[in-house]
């Protein structure tokens, strides 16, 4: 039996907030704090936290590789981050810090049988990821293992997490989407509301301008929500989305691809149940 796309995009779901628990928990900010990161706000440890598998990148190539970022913003951060800690000491600390977080959230799930049997099928799926042409996919899946299984189980949700971003900017620009008109076109179908879409750092400015461009090609009404042919392009880019990210979940197949969905729910309830992520956010999660 194959791996049908709302199994692929169940997958996402079920790990994108076991990934994203590095740019919100306190513990992390207490690590990258102790790096001389400023943490009233979270984007001066988000930017080094994400990009630092790539090496010490310049602001253009992290602008790249995030694509929905105003380069204005990565430039606030990038490539002033690698002053204040060197990558390997920013991957130290996020390690440090997730496994803190991990320990809180989850409890004593950490050493369960089931949380390691999870690791290990994550694992499996993450080292079936295909990364060519997928650079923070690569980047990550560069990276050692750790040997605790709810590290293994993060780091496998990070590398599969980039390789499903990754593919998602492949999308994006088949649809002749560019940064900002890709956050436009999304708000338009209801993913989140517009403001949510304000902390990437694009203008008021910009964003008229990106409005104006999708109404011109028929993907916007006057009010700023879709056309049938802006949900139909915005549908589309999420399919050839979850058919980019269906490769690991082939490699793994489709009982142990279930069984692993299955494993995931309670720590899944953890993570979410703690009201550390915030309810609405950039990636629609929920609405697409």
């Known amino acids: ?93 996020r390690v440090r810090g997730v496994d803190r977080a991990y320990t809180a959230l989850i409890g004593d799930r950490t050493g369960s049988p089931e949380l390691s049997e999870a690791a290990a099928l994550a694992r499996r799926a993450a080292e079936a990821a295909p990364t060519g042409g997928r650079p923070l996919a690569a980047a990550n899946a560069g990276l050692p293992w750790p040997r605790e299984p709810h590290l293994v189980l993060w780091q496998a949700a990070t590398i599969l997490r980039e390789h499903r971003g990754d593919g998602h900017l492949a999308a994006l620009l088949t649809a002749g989407l560019d940064p900002v008109e890709a956050l436009v076109s999304f708000a338009a179908i209801g993913a989140a509301p517009a403001g949510v879409f304000a902390s990437r750092g694009w203008s008021e400015h910009e964003w008229a301008a990106a409005r104006e461009r999708l109404a011109v090609r028929g993907l916007l009404e006057a009010d700023g929500t879709a056309t049938d042919a802006g949900r139909a392009l915005r549908a589309e880019v999420e399919r050839r989305t979850d058919e980019l990210a269906a490769a690991p979940w082939r490699a793994l197949g489709a009982e142990d691809t279930a069984r692993l969905a299955e494993l995931l729910g309670p720590v899944w309830l953890d993570v979410l149940g703690s009201g550390l992520l915030p309810r609405e956010n950039t990636l629609g999660i929920g609405k697409v």
């Open 1 to 93: 039996m194959g791996i049908d796309h709302g199994r692929v995009r169940q997958m996402w779901h079920l790990l994108e907030p076991l990934h994203a628990v590095v740019y919100y928990a306190p513990e992390v900010f207490e690590e990258t704090r102790s790096l001389g990161y400023d943490t009233e706000e979270r984007w001066p440890s988000y930017f080094p936290l994400r990009a630092a598998p790539l090496g010490a990148p310049e602001t253009r190539l992290v602008a790249s590789a995030f694509y929905s970022f105003s380069p204005r913003m990565v430039a606030e951060h990038i490539p002033a981050a690698w002053d204040v800690a060197a990558p390997d000491k920013v991957l130290a600390a």
